[in-house]
């Protein structure tokens, strides 16, 4: 069985800091890329990150370039989102999704490209 579970998030303030984990089972943890996505109350999901566990191309929004940093534990089959500098716009519901193979550059936050997906964790950044 697939299962992505996401941890970490969490209440904090303007500023501060935030590390999510995604934990990946059920697939070849190898052959998959692993993005961060996140909703807004009544906003459409968006892409957050990406990162190709074959290799270890990442790519960031242009929300969160500079702010947040992807990373993967292939031994361990996670997928992290280190997110700092954290803003109010940033409060979201962040899910962690895989897809097959390799994304690239346009394709990376397409939603339906992504075949598994997380339940999801609530990040919310205080003013």
């Known amino acids: 069985e697939v299962q992505l579970v996401e941890s970490g998030g969490g209440l904090v303030q303007a500023g501060g800091s935030l590390r999510l984990s995604c934990a990946a089972s059920g697939f070849t943890f190898d052959d998959y890329a692993i993005g961060w996505f996140r909703q807004a109350p009544g906003k459409e999901r968006e892409g957050v990150s990406c990162?190709?566990?074959?290799?270890?191309?990442?790519y960031y929004a242009d929300s969160v370039k500079g702010r947040f940093t992807i990373s993967s534990d292939n031994a361990k089959n996670t997928v992290d989102l280190q997110m700092n500098s954290l803003k109010p716009e940033d409060t979201a519901v962040y899910y962690c999704?895989?897809?097959?193979?390799?994304?690239?550059?346009?394709?990376?936050?397409?939603?339906?490209?992504?075949?598994?997906w997380g339940q999801g964790t609530q990040v919310t950044v205080s003013s």
């Open positions: 999704a895989a897809v097959s193979g390799t994304v690239g550059t346009y394709s990376w936050p397409i939603l339906h490209e992504y075949d598994y």
């Open positions: 990162i190709s566990s074959s290799d270890g191309s990442t």
